[in-house]
């Protein structure tokens, strides 16, 4: 759990995650992770008195696997609609044509959705960048390229937090997800630009060990100094 004053709920299985927010009657799911994630959803839902049934939307930062990878089935039990960048349209079908650079991401994820049986979801609503999602008191769509082109994080103005997905990770050390995950890494600096101008008070990242929305924005400071200073160096062109 992160907050439960605020309806936020973190679930973590397997180093990556997922934030269940609820309102009132009524949940929201940001990513929808892979093994052991659906019994953790469906226990924190009969912790909180829920059905799958107040589950009213699944929000996917972008389309790879770990983040995508219960979205068909926690859809079918919820009847929550499904919403994704259009971007993002090829890594949820598995239909994405990854690059050499990229060729571990692309054996990895063709080796899950064999041992997953994975199905993938059917979008229900193509977002885009500054759209206001109508849950947990209003969520604006960030959009945030670098990890793939279609890459969003999801604002909320009324509790100050952004959910970053995956620009970047915050275990040891806050750091870039590996280069072999990026499809379009030379979006990465505009993309932190981006956020540092956002300046929320609180961030929440996919992969972390840390549940806390303040000390993650202070892991985020950190990585965003490193990378203005040129400690980390971005590519800048395709």
Request: charged share 20%; glycine share 8%; with cysteine.
């Amino acid at each position: 759990m992160v907050n439960p004053l605020l309806g936020l709920y973190h679930i973590r299985a397997f180093g990556y995650s997922c934030y269940l927010l609820v309102d009132g009657d009524e949940a929201v799911l940001i990513d929808t992770g892979m093994w052991g994630c659906v019994r953790k959803i469906e226990a924190l839902l009969e912790l909180l008195d829920f059905e799958w049934l107040n589950l009213k939307a699944i929000l996917l930062t972008h389309g790879h696997i770990d983040h995508a990878g219960n979205a068909h089935t926690i859809a079918s039990l919820s009847e929550g609609k499904v919403y994704i960048h259009r971007l993002e349209h090829a890594h949820l079908r598995g239909e994405y044509h990854y690059s050499k650079a990229n060729r571990w991401c692309a054996r990895g994820e063709a080796l899950l959705r064999r041992f997953t049986h994975y199905t993938p979801a059917t979008p229900d609503i193509y977002f885009q960048d500054q759209d206001h999602l109508p849950f947990w008191g209003g969520l604006r769509v960030i959009h945030l390229p670098g990890h793939t082109t279609g890459h969003c994080g999801f604002y909320s103005e009324k509790h100050d937090i952004l959910f970053a997905g995956d620009l970047f990770t915050y275990f040891l050390r806050p750091s870039l997800p590996p280069r072999s995950f990026c499809t379009a890494p030379w979006f990465l600096r505009e993309s932190f630009d981006k956020v540092a101008a956002l300046d929320p008070s609180g961030i929440l990242c996919s992969h972390s060990w840390h549940p806390d929305p303040g000390q993650t924005r202070n892991g985020f400071d950190r990585l965003y100094r490193r990378i203005c200073r040129g400690s980390i160096c971005l590519p800048e062109n395709k």
